[in-house]
């Protein structure tokens, strides 16, 4: 069974999502993908959410634009921690998705990250994070991947100098 969900409300924010999946593979954490959409199919949101800790997922990433209510709605239906990821919007430059998803009311919390495909990213990440409180193998992809970026960011430094 995968260890992450990964929810989008609608294939617009997929490039955006692809992000977060490509960190997951390259940390080894095991995900599934979905569209839902909490306006657009609230059954099929509900139903998703009631069933996901049964269905022995561990996280749940959902990435949501505009009046972004997905995060905050996938929060509400199950106890799983949920990592909102607020999409690029157009009209608002996204402002709208991160005020949509981090002003969450006392006692139904959403982890909201940066807007965009930084914030996409660091879901994933965070999830792994959470996942490697159980999970070696998790765990150690992490380092790895951090020691790759530290080394990175000074091989960067010495080519600027
Ligand atoms: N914020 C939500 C929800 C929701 O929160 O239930 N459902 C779709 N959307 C968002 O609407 C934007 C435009 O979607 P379309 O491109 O399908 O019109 C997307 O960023 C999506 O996440």
């Not at 999946?21 to 959409?37: A, M, P, Q, R, W």
């Amino acid at each position: 069974m995968p260890q992450v969900a990964v929810v989008m409300g609608s294939t617009s924010d997929w490039s955006s999502m692809k992000k977060t999946t490509e960190i997951l593979d390259i940390l080894g954490v095991t995900y599934e993908k979905h569209v839902i959409s909490a306006h657009r199919m609230p059954q099929e949101l509900q139903a998703f959410g009631t069933q996901a800790r049964d269905n022995k997922l561990q996280v749940i990433i959902a990435g949501a634009g505009g009046a972004a209510h997905l995060p905050g709605m996938l929060a509400a239906n199950t106890t799983l921690p949920v990592i909102g990821v607020p999409m690029q919007s157009r009209a608002l430059n996204g402002l709208d998705s991160l005020l949509s998803i981090v002003q969450m009311p006392a006692g139904v919390p959403v982890a909201t990250v940066a807007i965009g495909d930084a914030g996409a990213k660091n879901a994933a990440i965070l999830a792994a994070q959470i996942i490697a409180l159980n999970d070696n193998d998790v765990l150690q992809a992490l380092n790895e991947y951090r020691e790759r970026q530290t080394k990175t960011s000074i091989e960067s430094e010495a080519e600027l100098i």
